[in-house]
């Protein structure tokens, strides 16, 4: 035996590396960064769209850290905002170590679906086909989904999960794991996302304000985390403005007397709560800021990058 031979029981050298969910809005992405990671880093709703920027999950498998980069869901741009989203959901594919295509396994192989595996052509990286929602289709269709998905572009693997239920994500999580290229862990073990608490906590302000209100307002409302203080009895104060971009929809967020707005941060305030650990105060302000879609700074501070057109 040489002496720079690893000692008998040595562990595995680690692997590490990014991987890109990529899928037309609402196929799953979000529950299944959530699914994979073990706990909530990324806001799921009924809404489409509702993930703006490079939000990452962070999962360690055995010997290996998985990097999820959940994109915003890919669809016809019609305007800035749709555009800087679609632009960054294909950076990330390119960017990444491995490209997972998430289709919904209902849908099938629809006008999205198709228009995102053409472009796929182009990605250099390995592809890893997941099928979602079979739960909700028979097993003839899912098999004959997955040899169409797979005559119109090469993939190294298919998947068939229901991210909401579990089943077939760990396997999936497995398989990611002995994927990714082997490399030091770029985060410390313990950390589930890269997405700052502030940033997250706006996140789930905002994912409340589309749950109670996914009718009546447009999803162009963005939350920004003011302030942050720990005090001394070990609770955190945080003070956040939603802003809207016109009178009508502030009118709405606040609701009659304020119960809107009230009842929003009182579910907000558990979530928050709940992944902290400690109690938890917060104070929302609704603010009208006309035309914010076109303002180069709130891209930034969605990590977008601002398109000129």
Known sequence: MTDDAPAAGAPDATRCGFVAL???????????????????????????QTTRALIRGIVVEDNA?????????????????????????????????????LLDAKSG?????????????????????????????????????AQAANERLKFANTFMISALSGDGVDDLRKALAAAVPPGPFLYPEDQMSDAPLRSLAAEITREKIFQQLHQELPYQ?????????????????????????????????????GATIKSIGAEARKEIAEILGVPVHLFLFVKVRENWGDDPDRYREMGLEFPKE
């Open 22 to 48: 990529i899928g037309a809005p609402n196929v799953g992405k979000s529950t299944l960064v959530n699914g994979l990671v073990g706990s909530k880093v990324t806001i799921v709703s009924r809404k489409v």
């Open 221 to 257: 409302s963005t939350v920004e985390t003011d302030s942050w203080t720990e005090r001394k009895d070990k609770s955190v104060r945080i003070e956040q403005t939603v802003f809207v971009e016109r009178e009508g929809q502030r009118k709405i967020v606040l609701g009659k007397g």
């Open 65 to 101: 850290q998985i990097i999820l980069v959940d994109t915003p869901g890919i669809f016809s741009p019609k305007r800035r905002l749709d555009r800087a989203m679609v632009k960054t959901a294909w950076s990330g594919a390119h960017d990444a170590d491995l490209v997972c295509v």
């Open 109 to 145: 192989l629809d006008e999205e679906a198709d228009s995102i595996l053409s472009k796929l052509a182009s990605v250099d990286h390995e592809k890893i086909l997941i099928l979602n929602k079979i739960d909700l289709v028979p097993r003839e269709k899912l098999l004959a989904l």
